[in-house]
């Protein structure tokens, strides 16, 4: 369904009923990456998901976005469902919206699940990086892109026995716009840092990384986990940077586990 939030239209699907958990997905994917966590978290939840601003089926709004602005959107959908407090689930670019929702609206966080990203801001060699990128994007299309990032997101394991992943996920990315893309990496780029903020949080933290992951690496949710106090780290085997796709089972245990004792108090 479409939601109208900030002036842009915000596709996504609730499902279930109970403790509000909000999914929100990785660069450069879209809402369904989080399928198999919506029919294993809505039994007993309501599971969100959103297309975050110029990906998937939502509006583009400005030119330039920014991750404050993602994570305005979120609170402003979470307004329009009537949902005061959830769990936010966010993957890669998704943790760092969900840094920036707690940064923001710390009194809307029931709990946070951190996957595969990392709380430091961008050096400036990654920088130039996500600006070629975001200009290779509006230059060469969703499919350049695909090419360069589906063999980063994907662990080894992955690259070597799931042919029908590396397609799924290619055909994620492709199905988003490039000036989308493209204005997602400069916001990346410019994201503040967090990393003074995790000291701050008070609420119950889940870290899962792939061990597998080059793109954020295990030794980054280990310096999380660090910093963040009473936080849980879950390291999921065979898994690379987009591991609640290349191993649902071991994410999905993990997930249900943060969240089971949450449900009592939701």
Same mark, same amino acid.
Request: proline fraction near 5%; charge should be positive.
């Given at each position: 369904m479409k939601v109208s939030v900030n002036n842009i239209d915000i596709d996504c699907r609730d499902e279930g009923e109970g403790l509000p958990v909000i999914f929100i997905h990785a660069f450069p994917l879209n809402q369904t990456m989080w399928d198999e966590q919506v029919a294993a978290t809505s039994v007993t939840c309501r599971a969100i998901t959103l297309d975050l601003r110029g990906f998937g089926r939502s509006g583009f709004g400005s030119s330039s976005h920014s991750i404050e602005e993602m994570a305005s959107d979120v609170r402003g959908l979470m307004k @329009? +469902?009537?949902? &005061? @407090?959830?769990?936010?689930?966010?993957?890669?670019?998704?943790? *760092?919206?969900? +840094? %920036?929702? *707690? @940064?923001? *609206?710390?009194?809307?966080? &029931?709990? +946070?699940? +951190? %996957?595969?990203?990392? %709380?430091?801001a961008d050096p400036q060699e990654a920088r130039e990086r996500r600006f070629k990128s975001a200009e290779k994007a509006e230059r060469e299309g969703s499919a350049a892109i695909a090419d360069d990032m589906t063999p980063l997101l994907l662990g080894r394991s992955s690259q !070597?026995? @799931?042919?029908?992943?590396? %397609?799924?996920?290619? &055909?994620? /990315? &492709?199905?988003?716009?490039? !000036?989308? /893309?493209a204005a997602a990496q400069r916001a990346m780029a410019a994201r503040r840092d967090s990393t003074d903020l995790l000291g701050t949080i008070n609420i119950p933290v889940l870290v899962i990384v792939g061990s597998e992951d080059s793109l954020t690496p295990p030794v980054e949710a280990e310096a999380m986990n660090r910093a963040i106090r009473g936080s849980r780290l879950e390291v999921i085997q065979r898994a690379g940077h987009l591991s609640n796709l290349e191993q649902p089972r071991l994410f999905n245990n993990a997930l249900k586990q943060f969240i089971h004792p949450l449900e009592q108090f939701g």
């Open positions: @329009r +469902l009537g949902i &005061e @407090r959830a769990v936010l689930v966010g993957l890669s670019m998704g943790g *760092y919206v969900s +840094l %920036a929702f *707690y @940064r923001n *609206y710390p009194g809307s966080v &029931e709990a +946070l699940v +951190l %996957a595969d990203t990392r %709380a430091g !070597a026995t @799931r042919p029908d992943l590396i %397609a799924k996920t290619r &055909e994620m /990315i &492709e199905g988003n716009s490039p !000036a989308g /893309i």
